[in-house]
């Protein structure tokens, strides 16, 4: 606990210093970002609810959804803004959420399910050729199944929490997500997940407290880097991750035979009530005072 409480307050120091920093900036006629400041292009940060622009890339990690383990091989990115953080009430601790100016606060990358709709998978010690010809047959256009993480609910549902991701304890991230699941015979509405029943993870970079047959595990908060003359703030390696949520059952899934294809795919995952799923999202966080970013803009013509 000492340690997760001093990284907190260099952290979260080194985040005060980085926005008296950006007051010291002169700004001139709306231009264009530079350097690493591109990276926050979609952050609403001439919002003056917002505090503080992100950029998070997860380019590793896995969704483990029931029995269906999902590698996560294709970028996925959550931008934005967020505020300051509520001070009373149940959502102390943490701040409201703004969606990114091109409409694309969280990316959709269709991550390829291993063992396709038949859910066929090798053993890891399996010879190269096993495992070559069971993709060929299992993973193509036709048998192949893609899973594709969305958000379930607006932007403004997410909430963030700095001192958690700081201190590297509690929960750090709160997002309504859905599964897009897609394989011809599915059609284009098969999901685990929607709007009125998301599945809500609560992302921590530190130890969870799941419900059995899962076990603890534990995230991080990743390396502190400073770029920009100390403006932007990344955490390199970062890796959140919950497995105490739960998933309802999938819906939509084979169009006018959903009533068939349903049961078939619930059967497939196998149980994904609390205990049963985990979600290890492996990231870079890339931050900066959405001031910072403002005079940026205006200084570069």
Same mark, same amino acid.
């Given at each position: 606990m000492r340690k997760h409480l001093k990284r907190g307050r260099v952290v979260l120091a080194a985040i005060s210093v980085v926005a008296l920093a950006a007051l010291g900036l002169a700004g001139s006629a709306q231009a264009k970002l530079t350097g690493e400041f591109t990276k926050f292009q979609f952050c /609403? $940060?001439? !919002?003056?609810?917002?505090?503080?622009?992100? $950029?998070? /890339?997860?380019?590793?990690?896995?969704? =483990?959804?029931?029995? =269906?383990?999902? /590698?996560?091989?294709?970028?996925?990115?959550?931008?934005?803004?967020?505020?300051?953080?509520?001070?009373?009430?149940?959502?102390?601790?943490?701040?409201?959420? $703004?969606?990114?100016? @091109?409409?694309?606060?969280?990316?959709?990358?269709?991550? @390829?399910? /291993?063992?396709?709709?038949?859910?066929?998978?090798?053993?890891?010690?399996?010879?190269?050729?096993? =495992?070559?010809?069971? !993709?060929?047959?299992?993973? @193509? =256009?036709i048998t192949g199944l893609t899973s594709t993480l969305e958000l379930a609910k607006p932007a403004s549902e997410i909430r963030v929490s700095e001192i958690h991701l700081a201190e590297e304890i509690g929960v750090a991230l709160k997002m309504p997500v859905k599964v897009h699941l897609e394989n011809p015979f599915l059609g284009k509405s098969c999901y685990v997940g929607s709007s009125s029943s998301p599945i809500n993870w609560n992302l921590t970079v530190g130890t969870t407290a799941p419900p059995k047959p899962n076990e603890p595990i534990k995230g991080t908060g990743g390396v502190t880097e400073f770029f920009e003359e100390g403006q932007i703030l990344k955490l390199k390696g970062a890796e959140l991750v919950d497995n105490a949520w739960s998933a309802p059952a999938p819906s939509g899934c084979g169009g006018i035979l959903s009533f068939l294809v349903n049961p078939i795919i619930s059967s497939q995952l196998g149980a994904t009530t609390a205990g049963n799923n985990t979600a290890k999202l492996k990231n870079d966080i890339w931050e900066s005072p959405a001031l910072a970013v403002k005079i940026n803009n205006e200084e570069h013509p």
């Open positions: /609403p $940060y001439t !919002k003056a609810e917002v505090r503080r622009c992100i $950029y998070s /890339p997860t380019t590793g990690g896995e969704v =483990k959804l029931g029995k =269906k383990v999902v /590698p996560i091989e294709k970028e996925v990115v959550l931008q934005g803004g967020y505020g300051e953080e509520a001070e009373t009430g149940t959502e102390a601790g943490f701040a409201k959420f $703004y969606e990114a100016t @091109n409409g694309v606060t969280l990316s959709k990358a269709a991550q @390829n399910v /291993p063992g396709g709709l038949a859910g066929i998978v090798p053993e890891a010690s399996s010879p190269p050729l096993v =495992k070559a010809l069971i !993709k060929f047959f299992f993973e @193509n =256009k």
